[in-house]
């Protein structure tokens, strides 16, 4: 399923009019695990993306690339595919919804075996 979300937003994107994107863009993101003050591994990922508004009130995004792994103790780092798609809305002036979608591939590329997948959900409120 996840990867007719991504194919659809690739579709969607390649043929949307080029006065609707706002794009292209680059998005270089770290995240780092750790338990307590142990080090366990880095998460680096290097994604070229593409953003709209929908409307007055809305705007998207889909970005992807390769994922490089560190792991703590391990000489060699990984490479993986990894991606997001993601939607904002405001419903009021103060208050907005968010959502994304975000997988990576697992075991060197398999996207049919090793896909794994993460929603977020959200609300902000704005003072």
Do not use: C, R
């Amino acid at each position: 399923m996840i990867k007719s979300v991504f194919a659809a937003a690739a579709v969607a994107v390649a043929f949307a009019p080029a006065a609707a994107l706002a794009g292209p863009y680059v998005n270089v993101e770290a995240n780092s695990g750790f338990t307590g003050s142990d080090y366990g591994s880095t998460l680096l990922e290097t994604h070229v993306g593409f953003e709209s508004s929908v409307g007055e009130s809305a705007s998207w995004y889909i970005q992807g690339g390769p994922a490089f792994g560190f792991v703590d103790g391990e000489e060699d780092s990984t490479t993986e595919l990894s991606g997001k798609v993601g939607l904002s809305v405001a419903l009021t002036e103060e208050l907005s919804a968010y959502g994304e979608v975000a997988a990576i591939t697992t075991e060197e590329i398999d996207f049919d075996e090793d896909l794994n997948a993460n929603v977020k959900l959200g609300v902000k409120y704005n003072f």
